[in-house]
């Protein structure tokens, strides 16, 4: 049967590349018609996820896509209630700007941001989506480092 295609198919090779080129250029145009119908947009009502994406969009205005990143505070002799509180107050001045969102390991939400053994902790930093540039992220390093304390027997 297919030794009898393979004859006609050659004997009719015009006809063949031309159909060829037909299907072809049906299904680019079905392809086309049909795949603009697609959505990456959803609805989750009452989920927990879904109540993560509002929570993203209040606090960062919709911009849920950004960067995040951490940073990492060590005391080699565990952290003292003085270098807590000065450090919360440097996390606390970063979460008051609006290019950036902190989670202190000091925190309720960051508890377990905090080694077992109490002597390293990082902070959780979330940058809004429109905060891109490697040149903006250096900025705000640069900005982040003008304020950083000194905290004795702290390293940040």
């Given at each position: 049967?297919?030794?009898?295609?393979?004859?006609?198919?050659?004997?009719?090779?015009?006809?063949?590349?031309?159909?060829?080129?037909a299907a072809i250029i049906a299904l680019a145009v079905a392809m086309s018609t049909v795949g603009s119908?697609?959505?990456?947009?959803?609805?989750?009502?009452?989920?927990?996820?879904?109540?993560?994406?509002?929570?993203?969009?209040?606090?960062?205005?919709?911009?849920?896509?950004?960067?995040?990143?951490?940073?990492?505070?060590?005391?080699?002799?565990?952290?003292?209630?003085?270098?807590?509180?000065?450090?919360?107050?440097?996390?606390?001045?970063l979460d008051a700007r609006d290019d950036m969102r902190i989670v202190s390991p000091f925190s309720p939400e960051g508890?377990?941001?905090?080694?077992?053994?109490?002597?390293?902790?990082?902070?959780?930093?979330?940058?809004?989506?429109?905060?891109?540039?490697?040149?903006?992220?250096?900025?705000?390093?640069?900005?982040?480092?003008?304020?950083?304390?000194?905290?004795?027997?702290?390293?940040?």
């Amino acid at each position: 049967m297919l030794k009898r295609l393979g004859i006609v198919a050659h004997a009719r090779r015009r006809v063949v590349v031309a159909a060829w080129l037909a299907a072809i250029i049906a299904l680019a145009v079905a392809m086309s018609t049909v795949g603009s119908k697609f959505s990456t947009q959803f609805n989750l009502p009452d989920v927990e996820s879904a109540q993560g994406f509002d929570l993203l969009a209040e606090r960062f205005g919709g911009e849920e896509s950004g960067r995040s990143g951490t940073l990492v505070v060590q005391a080699e002799q565990g952290f003292t209630n003085a270098q807590r509180d000065a450090l919360n107050v440097f996390f606390a001045q970063l979460d008051a700007r609006d290019d950036m969102r902190i989670v202190s390991p000091f925190s309720p939400e960051g508890a377990r941001q905090v080694s077992p053994t109490g002597t390293i902790a990082f902070a959780t930093v979330t940058f809004p989506a429109e905060v891109d540039a490697v040149e903006e992220f250096a900025a705000i390093y640069e900005e982040m480092k003008a304020i950083e304390p000194v905290v004795d027997g702290v390293q940040i």
